[in-house]
């Protein structure tokens, strides 16, 4: 496995974690709203991620063979969350705006996160 999949099995790993922490938030509070809402922000970052990866696998492997590239889905994504966003609008007694949103950039937070803590443990290490 190379260092690129074993990042991207990370940051899936963590969302998924994140998001069975949003499940049972909605299960067991009674801020079902911003949980759903979390939770539906995640699973469309979570499809983000995956679109991403699939795409960036692609862009390698022409770029290794020299074949022309395309683009890499930024279209795509911004599409992705627009729909989630259009979701919470049209169902507001389910799902809270701000919570997708903020779901929507899980997957972000997520790396910004791991990345700091392997750039931390990383600079330790060199000591």
């Known amino acids: 496995m ?15 974690f994140s998001l069975s922490f949003f ?22 970052s979570l499809y983000n991620l995956w679109n991403m990866y ?9 770029v290794a063979s020299g074949q022309k590239v395309k683009t ?3 279209l795509a994504r ?14 507001p007694e389910h799902f809270h705006l701000l919570s997708v949103v903020v779901g929507l950039m899980s997957v972000y937070i ?6 700091l803590t392997r ?3 990383t600079s330790k290490e060199k000591r």
């Open 54 to 62: 699939s795409k960036i696998g692609r862009f390698g492997q022409a």
């Open 72 to 74: 890499l889905g930024s």
């Open 110 to 115: 997520i790396m910004l996160i791991d990345s």
């Open 78 to 91: 911004l599409v992705t969350a627009g729909l989630a966003v259009l979701i919470a609008q049209r169902y």
């Open 2 to 16: 190379t260092e690129y999949s074993a990042t991207y099995a990370r940051y899936f790993k963590y969302t998924l």
């Open 23 to 44: 499940v049972l938030g909605y299960a067991f509070t009674d801020y079902k709203t911003i949980f759903l809402g979390l939770a539906l922000g995640t699973v469309f």
């Open 119 to 121: 750039a931390t443990r």
